[in-house]
């Protein structure tokens, strides 16, 4: 019996620890099952075409607008000090509206601890909706519109996902760490340019 309570008393204090570590997360999931997304700002309507603020993604329906870094180097230590400051480009992937996949990667959830303003930031990425729209704007403010096509849980090192092989096509990849507090599995939403 009191082995039993011992391991009780160590799952519990794990649980809690893992809560702690993911607070800002879980306080998220909470706003939104309460109040719904949050509301994002932004200056014009979107529209494809239309000049916005440069270098920007909006998911109005999730309530996200992050800054997208463009890395200059495929390495861990300059992905996670771009992904403080926003979502992040992945390197000789397509830019916005060209043709190829222009590929975004953002934390779903990040230490207490940690520096930036967008640990969470992809946090309800699982929540897009098919049919939906992504706006990301090119460093020149230009707007373009990718309607959600499809969305799934892939394998840590599902490079495939990365290719540009994409028959002429202009779609938009955007992925996260999944579950919550791990880097087991990448959560992707697949979006295609709307022209």
Known sequence: MRKRYKILIALGAILVLFLLLNFPYFWLQAKNLLFGPPQVQHQNSSDAGEL?????LIIESLGIRAPIVYADEKMEEAFQSALANGVVHYPHTALPGEEGNVYIFGHSSDYVWSKGDYKTVFALLPEAE?????IISNSQGKAFTYIVTDKFAAAADDVHL?????????ILTLQTS???????????VIAKLLE
């Open 52 to 56: 916005i603020e440069p270098d920007i």
């Open 130 to 134: 098919i049919g939906k729209k992504i």
């Open 162 to 170: 990365l290719s540009q092989e994409t028959n002429g096509k202009r």
């Open 178 to 188: 999944y579950p919550i507090g791990t880097a087991l599995k990448r959560y992707i």
